[in-house]
């Protein structure tokens, strides 16, 4: 791999500057290097103290420094699009941080394979395993036990695509086998990939179909609706179509969790902040403004409604009724 040490032939040395100066002298380099390339600069190591905040000064040998743990490096790694690379230690003091640039292209965002396909087993989608994912998988566990997930019968998951959310909900009950599940996408290659994967599960129905088209299935209603991802996607109508899932499709004693996608999946890496068209940068309007919507008219059909998450914004409704 290319080094690319911010002033040769010594490493930069950022143990006492301040932070707004590393960005600049970090996003002035970056933008001259190719992906892939890696920049590495020296820091204090942030073993050295517990208990401290970023920006406390360290004084060693008479001489003063700025602390910073790994959580800011990690930050700022994915700030600037960057993965961090495994630090090496320099000194007993000092450590060298390397970040390597990730190459944009490489992300399901930007395929143009047809509509159906595009979270397809053959899509980059596919290599995506958000259970495998912290800041994922600790709000969907969480949206699940406040959803009460133990005394849930009928499960539905629009679009469902290879069932992974099905895959932690087996995990967690025990009761697995007794539960009525019901997965939909219209996505071929992922259906059948969530039928495979629970082929031994006959308590499971998964549909190749179009979310726009619901009522032709006659599924009736739910314990539970999950749908992660989905509903702001471009060929539905999110408003409209929210409103008539709850009216037809959520139990009144039901619950109800929605996923709003709130990062970018690029070059292996789950990276911080919705994207809109027209911003160059992370915007998080529209995903307010869909929250706020399905939050206030979940409120007035008497559901009690919490938001959580962070990378995945996690909207969950359970019911105020005497159940
Ligand atoms: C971003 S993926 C999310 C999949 C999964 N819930 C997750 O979070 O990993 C969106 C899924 O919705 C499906 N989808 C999008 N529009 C749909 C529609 N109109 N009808 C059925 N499925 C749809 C896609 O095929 C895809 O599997």
């Known amino acids: 791999m ?29 933008e001259s290097l190719a992906c892939k390339e890696i920049i590495e ?45 495994t630090p090496r230690i320099i000194s007993e003091h000092f450590v060298s941080l390397r970040f390597e640039k ?8 930007t395929s143009i394979v047809d509509k159906e396909e595009k979270y397809g087993t053959e899509s980059i989608f596919s290599e995506i395993h958000k259970n495998e994912e912290p800041a994922f998988v600790t709000y969907y566990l969480q949206a699940l036990q406040n959803a009460g997930i133990s005394k849930r019968k009928r499960i539905l998951n629009l679009g469902v695509n290879s069932g992974d959310e099905f895959e932690l909900i087996q995990k967690i009950t025990g009761n697995f086998d007794d539960l009525e599940l019901v997965g939909i996408d219209f996505c071929p290659s992922a259906i059948n990939a969530a039928k495979e994967k629970f082929k031994e599960h006959k308590n499971i129905a998964f549909y190749t179909h179009d979310i726009n088209d619901l009522a032709s299935l006659e599924l009736g ?37 929605l996923g709003f996608p709130n990062c970018r999946w690029v070059d292996g890496e ?25 939050k206030k ?6 559901y009690r409604v919490t938001v959580t ?15």
């Open 41 to 85: 600069f020296q820091v204090l190591n942030p073993d050295l103290e517990t208990s401290t905040y970023a920006g406390n000064a360290v004084t060693l040998n008479n001489e003063e420094y700025i602390y910073r743990g790994y959580k800011s490096w990690v930050d700022l790694a994915q700030l600037l699009h960057c993965r961090m690379l």
């Open 297 to 302: 008219y979940l409120q007035q059909k008497k």
């Open 221 to 257: 209603e739910f314990d539970l609706i999950i749908s992660i991802g989905t509903l702001q996607s471009s060929n539905l109508d999110f408003n409209p179509l929210f409103m008539s899932i709850v009216q037809n499709h959520l139990k009144k004693e039901g619950a109800m969790i």
């Open 2 to 30: 290319p080094s690319n040490n911010l002033s040769h032939p010594t490493m930069q040395n950022f143990s006492n500057k301040p932070m707004l100066e590393i960005i600049t002298l970090l996003k002035n380099t970056l």
């Open 309 to 323: 998450g962070k990378d995945y914004i996690f909207l969950t409704a359970t019911s105020i009724r005497k159940e």
């Open 270 to 294: 789950m990276i911080y902040g919705a994207r809109v068209k027209n911003y160059p940068f992370s915007e998080l309007g529209l995903i307010y403004k869909d929250v706020i919507f399905c």
């Open 102 to 109: 990730l190459n944009a292209d490489i992300s399901f965002h």
